[in-house]
Nanobody, 115 residues
């Protein structure tokens, strides 16, 4: 069992920055991929950034060049550095971890970008 807890959301003006964190806890697990998803009101949840255990990153086009996904050396904390934020980035952001075919989710953290 893996528990994921996000933090770092909040209200920021357009052009500002936020850093989200996701702390993973549990025992006896090996995470293969971690990622950040977001869900805006009335829209489907979308994958915006992912990081494999081998260090490969992928980003959705809308955040490329603005967001950076990374992981702490201990490999139990995932980060999302978000720069040049836009109002359309407003959403609930979720941390996700894949352990084999099992997916784990955090509770989500709200990010609101004002214009």
């Amino acid at each position: 069992q893996v528990r994921l807890v996000e933090s770092g959301g909040g209200l920021v003006q357009a052009g500002g920055s936020l850093r989200l964190s996701c702390a993973a806890s549990g025992s006896g697990f090996s995470i293969t991929v971690m990622g950040w998803y977001r869900q805006a009101p009335g829209k489907q949840r979308e994958l915006i950034a992912s990081l494999t255990s081998g260090g490969t990153t992928n980003y959705v086009d809308s955040v490329k060049g603005r967001f950076t996904i990374s992981r702490a050396n201990a490999r139990n904390t995932l980060y999302l550095q978000m720069n040049s934020l836009k109002p359309e980035d407003t959403a609930v952001y979720y941390c996700n971890a894949a352990v084999g075919v099992v997916m784990y989710w955090g509770q989500g953290t709200q990010v609101t970008v004002s214009s």
